[in-house]
């Protein structure tokens, strides 16, 4: 079966534009995640999304950083006014969910993004 | 709070040698432990996995176990192959989370 994509694959744009990464996770997880991979900060939990609602934030970086999710499916990562820290790999992943014990997290190939 | 410590790389062996990387870890209660890793070009995939103390996670001749009185999780493999060659990253969920918090990722890379 399909696993987790994302898309745009890579995204170039100047700093202080807008951009949206999207990310569909496999059909049936209803626990979503977004984490970034940058050369000085390594790899970092961003927001968790258990179905539509985001119990857990906490990885934000700022107020310009926002994510939904819609239909317990799609989700959006949108970045404001973009800055050049905001360059690094954007990753999804999704699991079966639930809480109280473990389910593997599937990651996507990753959004590339370079703020000029 | 909770962090991941892992040794610096590059790692560089020769075909069917030993392996170890060490992690050790930082986090309250009784963390969730994974090795995951990141072939070129390739998307991170989960290798291994340990939820309580003494559990040993293996898959494809790696092993790690989880040690609560030294609070690590070192990986192991008794000998390595030039497909091995990657980026190994050791990971942990705290109790109560369902967020991975990661170390800063070990590069090996084995010659033939």
């Known amino acids: 079966g399909a696993g987790v994509s994302q898309s745009p694959s890579n995204k170039v744009t100047e700093k202080g534009k807008d951009v949206e990464l999207r990310c569909d996770p496999i059909s049936g997880h209803t626990a979503l995640y977004w984490y970034r991979q940058s050369l000085g900060q390594g790899l970092e939990f961003l927001i968790y999304f258990q179905g539509n609602s985001a119990p857990d934030k906490s990885g934000l970086p700022s107020d310009r950083f926002s994510a939904e999710r819609t239909g317990g499916s799609v989700s959006t990562l949108t970045i404001q006014r973009t800055q050049q820290e905001d360059s690094a790999v954007y990753l999804c992943a999704s699991s079966l969910g639930g809480t109280g014990s473990y389910n593997e997290q599937f990651f996507g190939p990753g959004t590339r993004l370079t703020v000029l | 709070g909770n962090s991941v410590t892992q040794m610096e790389g590059p790692v560089t062996l020769s075909e069917e040698a030993f392996l170890t990387i060490n992690c050790t870890y930082t986090?309250?209660?009784?963390?969730?432990l994974f090795w995951y890793v990141q072939y070129p070009g390739e998307g991170l995939q989960l290798l291994l996995k340990?939820?309580?103390?003494?559990d040993k996670g293996s898959n494809k001749g790696f092993e790690a176990t989880y040690r609560k009185e030294t609070t690590s999780f070192h990986l192991e493999k008794g000998s390595v192959q030039v497909s091995d060659s990657a980026v190994y990253f050791c990971?942990?969920?705290?109790?109560?989370?369902?967020?991975?918090?990661f170390g800063t990722g070990t590069r090996l890379l084995v010659s033939p």
């Open positions: 990971a942990l969920i705290p109790t109560g989370f369902q967020k991975l918090v």
């Open positions: 986090a309250t209660g009784y963390p969730s």
């Open positions: 340990a939820t309580k103390a003494d």
